[in-house]
C-alpha cells in the first residue's frame, strides 16, 4: 500500500495511492493513518493533479545512519566504523518531492546521499532485532543532502546535516517493500552517479533499530535514514537531484540559491 500525504491547495490531507484503468489516483483517507484507521474520505482525484508533500513529518527526528556501506566509507577516506555512526536531522530539514534544496549560505560543497528510508509506526525502545518488523509503518526515498566542508570541519555535523531543506522525502511511503536487495540510485541532471543494492548495507535494517533504539526511543512518525552507497558527488545551484529506489518510485527535488528563492 502506497500512503500519501497531498494537497490540492487547500489543507493537507493523507491518501492511498492505487493504479485504475492505467492511470495513478490517490483516494483521500480521513486523518493521519498513523493514529487513525485508514477510512476513505470520499476524495478520489488523478495523481497528476495533486501537488504531494513530504509523506510524513517526523514527530520528533529524523536519525540518519553514517558510512553504512563499505564502498562509500572509503570513497570518504576512512574504514567502515566498528560500531553503527549516528546523527540526528531535526523535523524542520524535511521536504516533500519537487519542493526546492535551498543551497546553504554557508556552504562550498553540497553533496547529495541517496538513501532508503524507514518511516516508524509505533513507540519503540529497545526493539529486537527479530521484533523489528512489528515497528515499521513502510519506506520511502530520501536524500541525506551534506555540507562536506562543514563535516570536516566539526565533529557533531550539525551544519553539515540539519540545515532547513536538507531531508527530502517521498513520494509515499510504501508498506509492503522487499528491502533485502532493494536498488538504490541517485541522478544529477540525468546521469546516473550512485547505483547499487541495499543488500550491500553493512547493518541490516532490523540490526539498525536494535541498535537505535537501545540509545532513543523512536515515536510514530521518526525516519530513520538506512545509509547511503558508493558514489556521492557535489552539486551546484540549478542542478536537478533525484533519488529513484525500486519498488518506491522517484524523489525529485532542485538545488536553488537564496538569491533564487528571494527573487
Not at 478520489?44 to 556501506?69: F, H, M, Q, T
Not at 528491502?179 to 544529477?188: E, H, P, Y
Not at 537501545?214 to 557535489?234: E, F, Q, Y
Request: aromatic share 6%; proline share 7%.
Amino acid at each position: 500500500m502506497r500512503i500519501a500525504r497531498f494537497t490540492t491547495g487547500s489543507n493537507p490531507m493523507f491518501g492511498i495511492v492505487q493504479e485504475k484503468d492505467g492511470v495513478d489516483m490517490v483516494y483521500g483517507i480521513t486523518g493521519d493513518p498513523l493514529y487513525t484507521q485508514i477510512q476513505p474520505n470520499g476524495t478520489i482525484l488523478p495523481l497528476e493533479d495533486v501537488r504531494l508533500l513530504a509523506p510524513v513529518i517526523p514527530r520528533s527526528k529524523v536519525v540518519g545512519v553514517g558510512k553504512n556501506y563499505a564502498e562509500h566509507a572509503r570513497e570518504m577516506g576512512t574504514e567502515a566504523p566498528e560500531t553503527p555512526l549516528l546523527f540526528l536531522k531535526p523535523n524542520t530539514s524535511v521536504i516533500g518531492p519537487n519542493d526546492p534544496v535551498i543551497y546553504p549560505s554557508y556552504a562550498k560543497e553540497l553533496s547529495f546521499e541517496a538513501e532508503l528510508a524507514i518511516v516508524i509506526k509505533s513507540l519503540a525502545k529497545n526493539v529486537p532485532a527479530e521484533r523489528a518488523a512489528d515497528v515499521i509503518l513502510g519506506y520511502t526515498c530520501a536524500n541525506d543532502l551534506t555540507v562536506r566542508d562543514a563535516q570536516r570541519e566539526e565533529s557533531q555535523w550539525f551544519r553539515a546535516k540539519a540545515f532547513d531543506t536538507s531531508c527530502p522525502l517521498g513520494p509515499w511511503i510504501e508498506t509492503d517493500l522487499d528491502t533485502a536487495q532493494t536498488r538504490i540510485r541517485s541522478r544529477v541532471n540525468g546521469e546516473v552517479k550512485q547505483d547499487a543494492t541495499s543488500a550491500q548495507m553493512l547493518r541490516t535494517i532490523p540490526e539498525l533499530i536494535e541498535e537505535i533504539t537501545r540509545s532513543t526511543t523512536l515515536l510514530p512518525g521518526d525516519v530513520i535514514l538506512t545509509g547511503t552507497p558508493a558514489g556521492v558527488g557535489l552539486l551546484e545551484a540549478g542542478d536537478t537531484v533525484e533519488v529513484d529506489i525500486d519498488g518506491l518510485g522517484t524523489l525529485t527535488n532542485r538545488v536553488v540559491s537564496p538569491e533564487e528563492l528571494e527573487a
